[in-house]
């Protein structure tokens, strides 16, 4: 914690790569970053790299306004603290890492889990708390930066499904291979602005009426709500619902599954 940090391996390498994957194109990566220096330096500065290099929508409903992110700000915070917190200091020349791509961000620390089981078998939201830091996590439990009783995983879950846009396909992952510990995050908005843009590039190509465009939507991403779809369209809900309504009696579409969680099947 001290600003005359003396452990050379106190550092955290942020990078935003061009892409699915790392190297993959022409530009390899957009922004990156290393940090150095004591635990809340290295906190502030890599929750800063993240805001800078993600994005935070909302849209107007109603009476409310809804945020719309990229990832939840509180599973973001969880994960970078546990990281910091619960990593192997022991290992020399060893750092965190935070990378982010189009689809997901990925946070990497030095040492598995401290008793060596193995987190991807484990009831993420009964993992017992076993500390290999206790100093610093009691400090950063104080400071209310993280949680000290052991569910720090379930934490980051309960972010994700409470956003508009979470799906069962984009439950964060957790992830040991003995040496080093990954938290995967998946970019909630990611599906839906690929299938904005692809819809939109061919709808200027060719001049859709707004039936094709709603159906041209749905093959991209099947789990559009109509909201989605009038926000993406530029179109009121009402049209929407009264152009989906004509494509269901006219069997072009079938819901499959429940209002919340279903999708769209075009025929």
């Keep these: 914690f001290a600003d005359q ?6 550092r955290i390498f942020c990078t935003r790569w061009n892409g699915l994957e ?18 809340l330096e290295l906190y502030d500065n890599t929750m800063s790299f993240i805001k800078n ?17 990229d ?4 599973a973001i915070e969880e ?21 982010i791509y189009d689809d997901r961000l990925v946070i990497t620390n030095p040492g598995g889990m401290f008793d060596g089981s193995e987190v991807q078998l484990l009831d993420i939201r009964h993992v017992p708390s076993k500390l290999r830091n206790p100093i610093l996590a009691d400090v950063f439990g104080r400071m209310r930066l993280m949680e000290r009783r052991g569910s720090g995983f379930k934490k980051i879950l309960d972010a994700y499904e409470a956003e508009e846009r979470y799906k069962e396909e984009l439950k964060p992952v957790f992830y040991t291979d003995g040496y080093n510990f990954f938290l995967k995050l998946w970019n909630l908005n990611y599906a839906f602005d690929k299938a904005q843009n692809k819809a939109q590039n061919k709808a200027q190509k060719s001049m859709l009426t707004d039936r094709e465009h709603i159906l041209l939507l749905l093959k991209e991403n099947p789990s559009l709500t109509q909201v989605e779809l009038s926000e993406m369209m530029e179109r009121s809900r009402r049209t929407v619902q009264i152009l989906m309504k004509e494509l269901l009696d006219e069997g072009l579409i079938e819901r499959i599954g429940s209002k919340k969680k279903g999708s769209w099947l075009v025929k």
């Design 79 to 99: 994960g970078l603290a546990n990281a910091l917190i619960h990593r192997s200091y022991l290992q020399i020349g060893a750092h965190s890492q935070v990378d």
């Design 22 to 39: 790392k190297a993959n194109s022409a530009q390899d990566a957009l922004d990156d970053a290393e940090y150095t220096g004591g635990l």
């Design 5 to 10: 940090w003396n452990i050379h391996h106190s």
């Design 53 to 69: 290099n993600t994005k935070k929508g909302w849209r107007k409903d109603r009476d409310k306004r809804v945020e719309l992110p």
């Design 71 to 74: 990832y939840p700000e509180r």
